[in-house]
């Protein structure tokens, strides 16, 4: 007699006859789905949002046009046809469940997240990869985006915007000195370059960084006299120039304290917003919340820095 709440899958006599007998239990399955609220994912996007609307919510709670989450309740809910909405603190969770096919039949289930952030007015998007064989274009997240952002829009009537994230990487780059830049792309002159730096070369970005370091270390030879000094600043005025007059559409950015490496690709697939994507393993939720925390108060530090400077401007 089994006198706790665990599944008995003695009698069972193979692993995979154990699995299905575990995954025949809806609590279980309940389980799987509360995870999929709090795992990490390796992309997401940010969005600002104003004029949230809770009533629009609690109406389409009421009318049974989205699906609520009750971890209470031990039985799974998930419905490809309606989103699930979560509640955690000061996020509202919805997510949307979708079952792929490949060509020979196989279905999987997919999901993305809409996480609306009421305390700092921001909705992420988040989701995985998922297989080539599942996917039915090279637009497929774009398009899913697209989807949900317009789900949000004429339901909610959220008002959705873009963010400038070259704006934020630039005062990140300019202000911040607890982070390294370990890989960027720049197009220059119709010319694309992708430079990455070597794990064991102190994250010394190739050409420019290298660049950076010869000037540093031949600082006795620089400081010869007038025409050296000249020279050095001549060197170091090019090395911003090419930076001032590249696009980079793509930079790689670690974390210094916690080794966190994650990515933005800026104007994703032709869009306005950018794409963030996580390196490495996937070891909890608190990476995503810790980039999350780390841009938006670089965001808020510039948006702060720019009101400043214009209303001095202003006063001039």
């Known amino acids: 007699m089994n006198f706790t709440d665990c599944i008995d899958v003695s009698d069972d006599e193979t692993i995979d006859d ?20 709090k795992k990490p994912y390796r992309h997401f996007c940010y969005f600002k949002y104003s004029d949230l609307k809770i009533e629009k919510i609690e109406e389409m709670v009421k009318a049974e046009k989205v699906n609520v989450f009750d971890k209470k309740g031990h039985k799974p809910i998930d419905d490809p046809e309606k989103p699930t909405i979560y509640l955690l603190g000061e996020l509202i969770f919805l997510k949307f469940t979708y079952m792929l096919q490949n060509d020979t039949g196989n279905t999987i ?25 599942y996917k039915n274009s090279h637009t497929y997240y774009k398009d899913k985006i697209e989807t949900i952002l317009t789900y949000l829009k004429e339901n909610i009537y959220l008002e959705i915007s873009d963010i400038d994230f ?11 000195d607890d982070i390294t830049i370990v890989a960027q792309r720049m197009t220059r002159n119709g010319t694309t370059a992708y430079l990455e730096a070597y794990e064991d070369e102190a994250s010394i970005i190739p050409i420019l960084g290298e660049l950076d370091t010869f000037i540093e270390e031949q600082k006795e030879l620089f400081d010869r006299d007038n025409n ?16 001032i007059k590249s696009d980079m559409p793509l930079v790689k950015i670690r974390m210094d304290e916690s080794g966190i490496k994650f990515g933005i690709t800026h104007n994703y697939k032709d869009t ?14 608190e990476m995503m919340s810790s980039v999350k925390e780390y841009i938006m108060r670089c965001y808020k530090d510039l948006r702060a820095a720019t009101s400043a400077d214009t209303i001095s401007r202003e006063k001039v």
């Open 166 to 176: 070259k704006a934020v990487v630039d005062f990140m780059k300019s202000e911040r």
């Open 18 to 37: 154990k699995f299905k007998h575990i995954l025949d239990s809806e609590s279980i399955l309940a389980m799987i789905e509360e995870y999929e609220y």
């Open 272 to 285: 306005e917003y950018s794409l963030f994507m996580l390196y490495g393993e996937l070891v909890g939720e």
């Open 109 to 133: 289930k997919y999901v993305m997240l809409a996480v609306i952030d009421k305390e700092n007015q921001i909705l992420e998007i988040r989701f995985d990869r998922v297989g080539i064989a």
């Open 228 to 243: 050296t000094k000249e020279i050095r600043e001549k060197l170091q005025a090019f090395r911003r120039e090419i930076e």
